[in-house]
């Protein structure tokens, strides 16, 4: 008896020396509450024992007491299958066995069979006591890809593994894009815990990173694909930033963008308007689908105009205004003002001062107008302030005469103007 015990710790031993895996010991206890021999007659077992986990090799070496104090031994190996795990295993207590233990948490059911060929069945529970020191985590299993949508939550399942099981009660923390790293918690007894990060609203890619045990140890990099949410909300433009009143008009939708509510832009979408409508206007507004052109009636004032629309996108509709500039049409001009004031002399200069011009329409507005230049001696004159100076002679009163150039659009027209100095 005494020479299996010292064979068994011996092993035992020998095992930590090879491994270096101290922090592998554990004690730990098994209650069979549903325990029968081939007859059928239920037995209650205790078994408190100290064990060794290698780490490296499935390997699992266990020594320990069971009822009334009896010596107990047991070597293991296991396997993995999910949350469930297969651990065949060699037993001494009055004489070798051989049997399988099939684990789920902290549940098991157990088949012995002994040299006699005597059959053992049983349901139990095992409860960790002591586990000295923390699991070393090899690697980190979960995704290598997600995809998610902006605002929604991302829920992650990692699970830390040593070389041949999991590793339980381990600090995991994660960072996003190498930024801060944040705390997640300690992995559960199958070695799992769950990432919740934060709703992310900006779509592109994300690098996820995993560290385990401290900051410093990276153990896996997942990539986060965050995609735009639904369609909310569409952006275009014309080809003309203004059109001219008295002309139908000719407007292209161009530079369509499609956006969700966080303002990511979404780059596969299918559109269709559905309608225009000019708004506190009863004038009639045409689409064309074929080349994507909105043609508006004649306006006969200029300013800045509500067009509305209504569109299906990805099968959602959508309205929104579009503001639509109609300045005066050029065909239209009825008068032009230019007033040029003399200022006084400045040695041998004299000043002058422009008033901006002001077109007059047919429709009796007026606009001032900004592009315009005065030649003097059919050379152009610097204008700073809507002040400038061309030179005098000595003789008065004498006439000067302007040649203002004044562009409206596509009209231009030069207008001479004459004033007399008499000192």
Aim: aromatic residues 16%; glycine residues 6%.
């Amino acid at each position: 008896m005494a020479k299996k015990i010292l064979i068994l710790l011996s092993v035992l031993f020998m095992s930590i020396f090879a491994f270096g895996k101290l922090h592998n010991i554990y004690i730990g206890y098994n209650y069979d509450f549903l325990y029968y021999n081939q007859s059928f007659k239920s037995i209650n077992g205790h078994y408190l024992y100290i064990g060794y986990n290698s780490g490296n090799i499935p390997l699992k070496i266990q020594l320990g007491t069971q009822n009334n104090l009896q010596f107990s031994g047991l070597i293991s190996t296991f396997a993995k299958l999910g949350k469930f795990s297969l651990e065949p295993y060699l037993k001494y207590n009055n004489d070798f066995s051989i049997g399988i233990m099939i684990n789920y948490s902290n549940f098991y059911f157990n088949y012995t069979l002994n040299k006699n060929n005597n059959q053992i069945f049983g349901v139990g529970l095992n409860i960790p006591v002591i586990k000295f020191g923390k699991d070393i985590v090899s690697y980190i299993e979960s995704p290598d890809y997600i995809y998610n949508i902006a605002g929604e939550k991302v829920n992650i399942r990692l699970t830390a593994k040593t070389q041949n099981d999991v590793a339980e009660n381990v600090d995991i923390f994660y960072s996003i894009n190498n930024k801060d790293i944040v705390y997640i918690g300690k992995t559960n007894q199958f070695g799992e815990i769950y990432l919740k990060l934060p709703k992310i609203h900006e779509s592109g890619k994300y690098k996820i990173n995993i560290y385990a045990g401290n900051k410093a140890k990276k153990m896996k990099t997942i990539i986060l694909k965050v995609q735009p949410a639904k369609v909310t909300n569409i952006s275009f433009d014309f080809d003309k930033k203004s059109i001219f009143t008295d002309n139908q008009n000719i407007l292209h939708i161009r530079n369509i963008k499609v956006y969700d509510k966080f303002s990511n832009e979404i780059k596969n979408y299918e559109i269709k308007f559905i309608k225009f409508k000019v708004l506190g206007d009863s004038k009639e507004v045409k689409y064309s689908y074929l080349d994507n052109t909105v043609i508006l009636e004649p306006f006969g004032e200029s300013g800045s105009y509500d067009l509305y629309y209504e569109v299906n996108v990805n099968g959602k509709y959508i309205n929104g205004i579009k503001k639509i500039v109609v300045k005066n049409n050029p065909k239209n001009i009825s008068d032009i003002k230019i007033d040029i004031e003399y200022l006084g002399r400045e040695k041998s200069s004299g000043l002058f001062k422009i008033k901006i011009p002001e077109i007059y329409f047919l429709n009796s507005e007026k606009e001032y107008i900004n592009s315009f230049f005065v030649y003097y001696n059919n050379k152009k004159v610097d204008i700073k302030n809507n002040i400038f100076k061309v030179p005098l002679n000595e003789n008065f009163p004498q006439n000067i005469i302007f040649k203002v150039d004044i562009n409206y659009y596509n009209y231009s027209k030069t207008i001479k103007k004459v004033l007399t100095i008499t000192n």
